[in-house]
């Protein structure tokens, strides 16, 4: 592994640190938390919802509907 190869290995964990700490402590600001999002994205990290999981609770309060449900009397009044 090269100097340069590296150096990036440990730039990358230490932004990876970083944005943990500052997540689970509770601080992220809301810019913070896209560019942890970007991050995860970017090195191809995804979630599943598994049942009572952070995650999931999160989409279902989302006040967004799946485009692939039927229209209800209530989605056209």
Known sequence: M???????????????????????????TASELSVAVKFLKDNGIDAVAKPESPLLNLATSLPFQDPDAPLTSQDIA
């Open 2 to 28: 090269s100097n340069l190869e590296k150096i990036m290995e440990e730039l990358h964990g230490a932004v990876a640190a970083s944005l943990l700490d500052r997540v689970q402590a509770g601080e992220a």
